[in-house]
């Protein structure tokens, strides 16, 4: 069985500067992905970013960055610049080999003006 | 590429009525998964088909609950004798197996909303 725990609710940040969001994971999976899902207040479900458990590098995707740390279990996202639009929950998420996704309960991310 | 589609987006019933949702995966994916979201939360899986097969369901899907995809194409999720606790956002999402770079990533939909009165 997968579990998925993020562990703060909410946070705020200035326009401009960096965040970190933090999660952490448990799988008895060998080969597995971790994601990061974005979810506005319109409620569609986008893709941030994915990782593959595999690739000791760690994803990025323009402003968004992972910090992967396969032997801790955590998989951290960092929003660099932070914009108005990044206002949004955000839910980290893995899959295994029989690939659905287990969820964390999300994290509510306000940025200020 | 017009992604995943569910229609209704709102449903309003009252409970012991049949519902029915619809999802339109995006066309070149095989594989396509139905989940429930309730306010606040992180989405629960609920079922999900390869091609036509439905190859796992949640102890979450109760006896009311059938889902189907005919043909591999779309999919509905159907909820019989619906009672207040169905009251959710029904999320559909696809990915494919064989996608190059983001293989086995899942796209989802705007999802539909229950409220069971």
């Known amino acids: 069985a997968q579990t998925v725990t993020q562990s703060q609710p909410e946070m705020s940040v200035q326009e401009a500067e960096t965040v970190t969001l933090s999660c952490t994971y448990d799988?008895?999976?060998?080969?597995?992905?971790l994601f990061w899902y974005k979810q506005p207040p319109s409620r569609q479900m986008i893709l941030v970013i994915r990782?593959?458990?595999?690739?000791?590098q760690n994803a990025t995707e323009n402003r968004f960055s992972v910090n992967f740390q396969k032997a801790a279990k955590s998989f951290s996202l960092k929003i660099s610049d932070s914009q108005l639009g990044d206002t949004a929950m955000y839910f980290c998420?893995?899959?295994?080999?029989?690939?659905?996704?287990?969820f964390g309960k999300g994290i509510t991310l306000s940025v200020r003006p | 590429d017009t992604g995943v589609s569910q229609n209704p987006r709102h449903k309003i019933t009252k409970r012991g009525q049949n519902v029915t949702f619809r999802c339109d995966p995006i066309?070149?994916?095989?594989?396509l998964y139905w989940y429930r979201q309730t306010l606040g939360q992180g989405p629960e899986f609920l079922t999900y088909?390869?091609?036509?097969?439905?190859?796992?369901k949640s102890r979450l899907l109760s006896d009311r609950f059938s889902a189907e995809r005919p043909k591999g194409s779309f999919s509905t999720l159907e909820i019989q004798r619906t009672e207040q606790g169905d009251s959710a956002m029904y999320l559909c999402?696809?990915?494919?197996?064989?996608?190059?770079?983001?293989?086995?990533?899942?796209?989802f939909g705007p999802g539909t909303r229950l409220t069971v009165l």
């Open positions: 998420a893995s899959t295994g080999a029989n690939s659905k996704l287990t």
């Open positions: 799988t008895s999976e060998n080969n597995y992905y």
């Open positions: 990782q593959e458990a595999y690739k000791q």
């Open positions: 066309s070149e994916h095989n594989r």
């Open positions: 088909f390869q091609n036509e097969a439905q190859l796992e």
């Open positions: 999402a696809s990915s494919s197996r064989t996608s190059g770079r983001l293989k086995g990533t899942q796209y």
